[in-house]
């Protein structure tokens, strides 16, 4: 064997296992080490957009993977049951981009491995349909497709303001919390104003160079009063954070879900894990 041909197949070992190891050292999906919540009979709803295509360019996109699974599987091994509904239901547009080899989060392995799951994704419920009052915790997925219809789903408004209303806990990550804009608080005004919550911030979707959606989570939010918080690394895309402002939890992007998800679980009234 050649040695040019060795020093290929070491290069291709190293980036296998090298690359995914930088992105987390970096910051990508840390590993969540804060204190752990359990809901035994609890019940969380986690909801997606229904947007496949990057417009106008019809490159595929939707929810980023792990801001679906990381909540999910959190809510689920706390002992709840968790449902999954969209803005149009049936199958749910994943991020094809989020699952690559250096960018799946644990959870995202563990979800190609759960049939269940993936069979609640390709049939998840319209929100229209839902009873929110069946439900302790309302989570918010984000990924590119949020920009597109979260925001603007006045159903999605109607329902959340509901929640409010009747003491549940919501909010969610990155481009999720888009969908709080049309939710109204016990005296009409807008869900967001002068409320704490983080989202993913403009600086990284201009890093991303995804700046051609029709909302962007911390310019829409800002406008709308919120008190909007984040932070920052050489890229945002490595940085992460989590506001908890009474029942509203935000994340500010994929690396948010596990922590974000065990806060909610904590503001439902979720006891600590033996």
């Known amino acids: 064997m050649s040695i040019a041909v060795l020093v290929m197949m070491a290069l291709g070992v190293f980036l296998w296992f090298g690359l995914p190891l930088t992105l987390k050292a970096l910051g990508l999906h840390p590993d969540y080490r804060g204190p752990k919540y359990q809901l035994p009979g609890g019940r969380a709803l986690i909801v997606t957009t229904s ?15 792990s801001e679906m699974t990381a909540p999910y599987y959190e809510f ?6 968790v449902d999954l509904a969209s803005i149009q239901g049936g199958a749910i547009p994943i991020e094809p981009d989020s699952f690559r080899w250096f960018l799946a989060a644990e959870s995202d392995k563990r979800y190609l491995k759960d049939a269940l799951f993936q069979a609640k994704v ?10 929110i009052s069946q439900y302790d915790i309302v989570f918010l997925a984000g990924g590119w497709g949020a920009a597109y219809d979260l925001g603007t789903s006045p159903v999605l408004g109607q329902k959340l303001t509901q929640a409010w209303s009747a003491g549940k806990v919501v909010g969610g990550v990155c481009h999720g919390p888009l969908g709080l804009l049309q939710a109204k608080d016990a005296n009409g005004e807008p869900l967001v104003k002068g409320r704490r919550l983080t989202a993913v911030t403009d600086r990284q979707v201009e890093q991303l160079g995804i700046t051609l959606t029709p909302q ?8 709308a009063g919120a008190r909007f918080e984040s932070s920052t690394a050489f890229r945002d895309f490595f940085a992460t954070h989590t506001t908890v402002d009474g029942k509203l939890v935000t994340g500010q992007n994929q690396n948010a879900g596990y922590e974000t998800a065990q806060k909610m679980i904590r503001a439902a009234g979720g006891k600590p894990r033996p």
């Open 216 to 223: 962007h989570p911390e310019r829409e939010l800002r406008a």
């Open 122 to 131: 390709a049939s998840s419920r319209k929100i229209d349909a839902i009873d």
């Open 51 to 65: 947007h496949a295509t990057l417009d106008p360019t019809g490159k595929a996109t939707g929810v980023f993977g």
């Open 76 to 81: 689920l091994d706390a002992g709840m049951q």
